[in-house]
């Protein structure tokens, strides 16, 4: 046994583990940040290694190293989870390293790093239980930092509480063969996902919590792989209508409330109710192209809107919390910034030269095959959000000058952040068939195709 | 020496890759934090476009010498997408068609770019945001030769997406007064409008023919034998009604892009931009892109008598409507608009007639007056006293040339800008607007509701504390 052959799932999971113990040793904040950085560039690594084994033996469970439950292996990189463990460990990374200096002192990163455990653990678990277990784990991190902040939602504990219910009686009605069972589980989908009326917790959340902490708790979509994992495959076709169709409802409503907002977190909020949908919308179209679209843009959604909420929290951390209401002129002081919004901004709508482009043209493709209205739907909900986001960059970087006196561009770890970013954005869309045909075949992984 | 499709075909890429080359020069630089003298960016302005006309004007020169119509450069499948049996597979080519058509287009933009860049150089000197004008200056001219060039309607979707970001941005150039980035962002409203209507008839052309060929969607036509697919012989193989529903889809594109009306009350507030990009843009190129649509696929307009009439009227409708309001604006630029519409109307008209040269030269001679007028624009009051000055007397002036109630009501329709904006205000902004402000308001009220408290940061409240008219504007 080699190092190379250890379980690659287990390793990307226990480094953020070990880091987190680290970093409970260590009580400067700066040491703190820079070993919370190694741990995460290590995740990174270890969690491409894993991307790159799927398909082979070491993907699977080497040496019977590997974590089982009842025998079976938990923990799998397969080519649905392949590419989504680099994509959460990068969000991650990103998120450190434009995490200003003031707030270093105010960051729990232990509890980052627990987080990222988590969500990692969650996008390679395949077994039922665990997964639910994970993901009722995953909502208690949120809950304890807004705590530890004196910050009360009960819409988010009653949402998050009823997900879990809803999860954990719902796969126990699908075990049990009660027909109640996919209901129940789609109903978990449902809110876990922020689909309208059970959305008003996402909003909330991304008001009241810490930028960072509700961006990498929303942006994997963690709603998406719940409904591949656990009720695609159980779920009858009425079901998976019902996803559709309030799916499809709240990416439109979100885009239409994100062109009024007057408050910088709502808005983002709704924006990624909007792009959030629209992945749920294609998974459940069930026409190759859609299926291959909506994974195509759950990646590039989920790297556009982090990339977009890290703008959005690195303005913040300038100029303090954002208001709609008026012009703020920020571009001369961070036009880093503003180009950063407006890259990742268009990343988000499938912008030609972006990533998400190809996969929208497929998504929509797919959508006008199955059913017209669903791919004109499409169209529109794009058509707002690309008004509300640049509707947003004009009101924040144009309008009389900021006036400040000391430099408010971005700091060269943030520049990084930044053009890794755009370079991924970027070279996605102008290099898509090596990555759509990856998501073609982990859409094919699925067994939802027509043909099978 | 290399063979004339070779050197066609080189000479094709050079066009095609110098604008990106000089969007990813000066896109780049920016990106890394890289200074840029004013110098460097002139120069390398000067050289691409130069360059680029250089080539286009070789490769128009090879086809006319060898008598060709239709030359292609493929850059093969840049995805392509396998699907099970039961589907239709997804292939997305890069491809792009030297014709009669696109290669007067693109060497009239490489043109007007290269003199409005040497103008900009020195109109834009020392001006804050000199390399911001630039950059976004080469993101259109790449939008405009994709566009011109495409020979898949989705690669001309890629270049219209980029023609109107660079267009919405550089209306809002002066980001510090409010009125350009008001108007901006009406721009980038209505072009999205186009671009969703132009999206949609791109994936249904796609989803017909499996990869959204020119071509493949225009087929043959039989000329003394011959099968000719090289504009303007190509014939519609679509069903009558997928032309319909397609050919609708793309004159609320051109109609969105050309601002024919409804859709016209953008064009004067684009005005706001710097005047090297109002030249270039809305004076010459941008405005005709819409005509330029339509001529692309003319074979869907000579397949249905009903679009040809829409087109028809469109554009005299637009027509009519702009020389009136041309003839009441009391700023240059404005009045300047308000004619170039005239002109674009006359246009859309042509082709809408089954006309192909015709509108194709006018596109080529107004888009040449009209930047030179938009150019000469800031200094036309100095050449008019200069004028007044030589002569020692006041220069005549013309009369309105309305009478009676009628001449006061089409006056105050002039002047009022046919109420085209504040009709699309009141029907389609205000309505939906007010509708999501209201669910805004009652979101905000359960969230507080249920929290049962008030947000710990201060959240404000949806209503606006601007006035309504700026509100709705913004």
Redesign the interface.
């Known amino acids: 046994m080699n190092l190379l052959s250890l379980p690659r799932a287990e390793v990307a999971i226990g480094i953020p583990i070990i880091g987190a113990i680290l970093v409970r040793t260590v009580r400067d904040p700066a040491r703190a940040d820079r070993v919370a950085i190694v741990s995460r560039i290590l995740v990174l690594v270890a969690s491409l290694f894993a991307w790159a084994s799927v398909g082979t033996e070491t993907a699977l469970c080497p040496w019977g190293a590997c974590l089982t439950f009842f025998g079976r292996p938990i923990f799998t990189v397969d080519r649905l989870s392949g590419s989504l463990l680099p994509l959460v460990a990068l969000l991650h990374v990103l998120t450190v390293l434009s995490t200003s200096r003031v707030k270093r002192n105010r960051t729990s990163y232990t509890g980052h790093l627990i987080g990222e455990a988590a969500r990692l653990a969650t996008f390679s678990c395949i077994e039922p239980w665990p997964l639910i277990a994970l993901l009722a784990f995953s909502t208690i991190l949120p809950y304890i930092e807004m705590a530890q902040r004196g910050?009360?939602?009960?819409?988010y504990v009653?949402h998050m509480l009823a997900f879990v219910v809803l999860l954990i009686s719902g796969w126990f009605a699908v075990e049990s063969k009660w027909s109640v069972g996919p209901i129940l589980l789609l109903a978990a989908v449902l809110v876990r996902s922020g689909t309208f009326p059970a959305h008003?917790w996402v909003?909330?959340h991304f008001?009241?919590a810490a930028f960072g902490t509700a961006l990498l708790f929303a942006t994997p979509i963690a709603g998406v792989y719940v409904a591949l994992r656990l009720v695609i495959p159980n779920a009858p076709d009425v079901v998976l209508q019902t996803i559709g169709i309030a799916s499809l409802v709240t990416a439109i409503?979100a885009a239409?409330?994100a062109?009024?907002?007057?408050?910088v977190r709502?808005f983002f909020a709704y924006t990624f109710l909007s792009h959030a949908s629209i992945v749920l919308v294609g998974l459940e179209l069930h026409?190759?192209?859609s299926l291959?679209g909506a994974l195509g843009m759950w990646v590039s959604v989920a790297l556009s809107l982090g990339g977009l909420g890290l703008c959005l929290r690195a303005v913040e951390a300038r100029y303090g919390?954002l208001?709609?209401?008026?012009?703020l002129?920020l571009?001369?002081k961070s036009p880093?910034l503003a180009?950063g919004f407006l890259v990742t901004g268009?990343g988000c709508i499938g912008?030609?030269?972006t990533a998400g482009f190809?996969a929208n043209?497929?998504l929509?493709?797919g959508a006008?095959?199955a059913n017209p209205v669903v791919?004109?739907a499409l169209?529109?909900e794009?058509?707002l959000n690309?008004?509300a986001i640049?509707?947003v960059y004009?009101?924040l970087?144009?309008?009389?000058?900021n006036t400040s006196s000391v430099p408010l561009d971005v700091t060269w770890r943030k520049?990084v952040a930044m053009?890794t970013l755009?370079a991924l954005i970027f070279v996605g869309g102008l290099a898509?068939?090596v990555w759509?045909?990856e998501r073609?075949e982990a859409a094919r992984s699925l067994n939802l195709?027509?043909?099978? | 020496m290399p063979d004339f499709p070779t050197l066609s075909a080189n000479l094709g890429t050079v066009v095609i890759s110098v604008p990106f080359a000089l969007m990813f020069y000066l896109g780049g630089t920016t990106l890394i934090g890289r200074k840029r003298s004013e110098a460097a960016t002139a120069r390398a302005v000067t050289a691409t476009t130069g360059v680029g006309l250089i080539a286009g004007l070789i490769v128009l020169g090879l086809m006319l010498t060898n008598d060709t119509q239709h030359d292609v450069v493929s850059f093969g499948d840049w995805v392509h997408v396998e699907t099970p049996v039961t589907e239709k597979p997804f292939h997305f080519a890069i491809k792009f068609v030297f014709d009669r058509l696109s290669v007067p287009f693109t060497a009239l933009t490489y043109l007007l770019f290269g003199t409005i860049g040497v103008f900009a150089t020195k109109y834009m000197h020392r001006e804050e945001g000199y390399n911001r004008f630039f950059t976004l200056y080469s993101l259109f001219l790449a939008g405009m030769v994709t566009a011109a060039l495409a020979g898949t309607i989705e690669t001309l979707f890629f270049g219209w997406e980029l023609v109107g970001l660079s267009s919405a941005l550089l209306v809002g150039f002066f980001h510090n007064r409010p009125a350009p980035v008001r108007n901006a962002f009406r721009v980038w409203v209505v072009y999205r409008i186009s671009d969703a209507a132009l999206l949609l008839a791109a994936v249904v052309l796609h989803h017909m023919s499996s990869g959204g060929d020119f071509d493949k969607l225009t087929g043959y036509q039989q000329i003394d034998g011959h099968d000719v697919a090289a504009w303007p012989y190509g014939v519609c193989r679509l069903p009558a009604n997928q032309v319909l529903i397609v050919g609708l889809l793309l004159i609320i594109a051109a109609a969105g892009k050309s601002a024919l009306i409804p859709f016209s009350g953008w064009l004067p507030r684009a005005m706001e931009g710097p005047t090297p990009s109002s030249a270039v843009f809305y004076g010459a190129l941008s405005v005709h892109l819409g005509a330029y649509l339509l001529l692309r696929l003319d074979p869907l307009l000579d397949a249905s008598p009903v679009l040809s009439t829409i087109v028809v009227i469109l554009g005299l409708a637009t027509a009519i409507f702009a020389t009136l309001t041309a003839r009441v604006q009391t700023d240059i630029k404005s009045a300047l608009a308000f004619a170039s519409l005239t002109q674009v109307g006359l246009i859309v008209a042509e082709i809408g007639l089954g006309w192909r040269y015709i509108p194709l030269v006018h596109i080529l001679g107004h888009a040449c007056l009209r930047t030179m007028q938009f150019v000469r624009a800031p200094s036309v009051i100095r050449d008019h006293n200069a004028i007044e000055y030589a002569l020692g007397d006041r220069l005549p002036r013309g009369s309105s040339g309305f009478l009676g109630k009628f001449g006061v009501r089409a006056y105050r329709f002039a002047l009022e800008r046919g109420h085209l904006d504040a009709i699309l205000d009141r029907v389609f902004c205000a309505p939906f607007l007010a509708l999501f402000r209201g669910i805004d308001r009652f979101e905000r009220r359960i969230a507080i509701t249920v929290n049962d408290d008030q947000p710990t940061v201060e959240a404000p409240v949806a209503t606006p504390s601007l006035s309504p008219a700026k509100e709705r504007a913004i």
């Open positions: 910050l009360r939602s009960r819409l009653w008003l909003v909330d008001e009241r409503y239409g409330l062109i009024v907002q007057t408050d709502r026409t190759s192209l291959t919390r208001s709609l209401n008026r012009h002129g571009y001369e880093m180009i268009f912008f030609p030269g190809i043209e497929l929509v493709d006008i095959e791919g004109v169209v529109f794009a058509m690309s008004i640049v509707r004009l009101l970087f144009t309008g009389t000058q520049r053009l755009f898509p068939n759509i045909h073609y195709f027509p043909e099978e």
